[in-house]
Every structure is written in C-alpha cells, then in structure tokens.
C-alpha cells in the first residue's frame, strides 16, 4: 500500500526532529523538484515547505537526512551495507544496534555519530563492488515504509 506514505510518515519523522523528504517514485533518490535538498540534512524544512510537500508528494516515499544532530551532539548517520555476506562483519565492528532496515538486500544500520566534519565514504571489495555505504552528512536514505523500486515490496524495520 502507498497511499500516503510521506504525508502521513513525515510527520511523524519530523515531530521526533528528524528531516525526511519525498522520494521519487520507483527510484531511491529525492523528488526531482526539489532542489538544494541536501541543505535540510542539518535544518528541519520550515513549516510552509513541509506543508507543501505534504500536499505535493503525499503518496511518494520517504527519505531520511543524514547529519542532523539529534541528541546532546550525536547526529543520525546510516551504515549501508549492499551484500548480505558483510552484513555479520558490520554487526561485529559495530556492536548492538537498536534500528535498522532492509530493501532488497544486505542491510542499513542506523547509527549515532559526534564529528560534523566527518565524510561519507564508500568501501569497496577486491573485485571494486561497492559492498559498504558510510552516510552521513549531506546524505540520504529510504525509509520503511517505502517502496523499494526493483521488488515492488516496503522496505521494512528490523
């Protein structure tokens, strides 16, 4: 079911102080419209442009903003992790981790992170696949619960 997912799911993201934005549909990337999205991955939307959007994509998915701070200096970060083989490796560098979510494949891990200067990155296998996504500032992922564009299903919380 689609209806609604980010008139509905936003704003419950946002009254918990994260910043979301509409998804394209069928893809994992923000409405094309929207440009400069990058800019609300430190700074909620104000009020009006919420609404807007709201109103504009109500039906669209729903992308998380890295790099907002959340809490005492700790900002939201996410550790995407592409092949289900380096999923147990990722568990083990990082420890218990509250919340995460699955597409498709593998998994991404939702993380607290201190250092604003911090870059995302990506890491690579021998064979250069992009196996490791590290997501941070000035970066975004989908949420639960929006519709991966190659399966068809929700992507879901774990």
């Known amino acids: 079911m689609t209806d609604d997912i980010f008139k509905t799911y936003a704003l419950l993201y946002r009254a918990a102080g994260y910043s979301t934005i509409p998804i394209e ?26 609404q807007e959007w709201r109103q504009k994509y109500p039906n669209n ?11 005492n ?21 990082l420890g218990p981790c509250p919340v995460s979510k699955v597409g498709k494949k593998g998994k991404t891990f939702f993380v607290r992170y201190m250092d604003k200067k911090l870059r995302s990155t990506t890491f690579y296998n021998a ?24 399966t068809q299903s929700a992507y879901r919380y774990l």
């Open 73 to 93: 200096g700790f900002r939201i970060g996410a550790i995407d992790v592409d092949n289900d083989q380096y999923v147990r490796v990722v568990e083990t560098i």
């Open 25 to 50: 549909p069928n893809s994992k990337r923000p409405a094309k419209e929207i440009l400069r999205w990058d800019g609300y991955c430190n700074n909620l939307p104000n009020e009006k442009t919420f």
């Open 61 to 71: 998915g729903i992308g998380l903003l890295l790099g907002k701070e959340i809490v």
């Open 127 to 150: 064979e250069k696949r992009q196996i490791v996504d590290v997501l941070l500032n000035g970066k975004m992922t989908v949420l639960p619960p929006s519709i991966h564009p190659e």
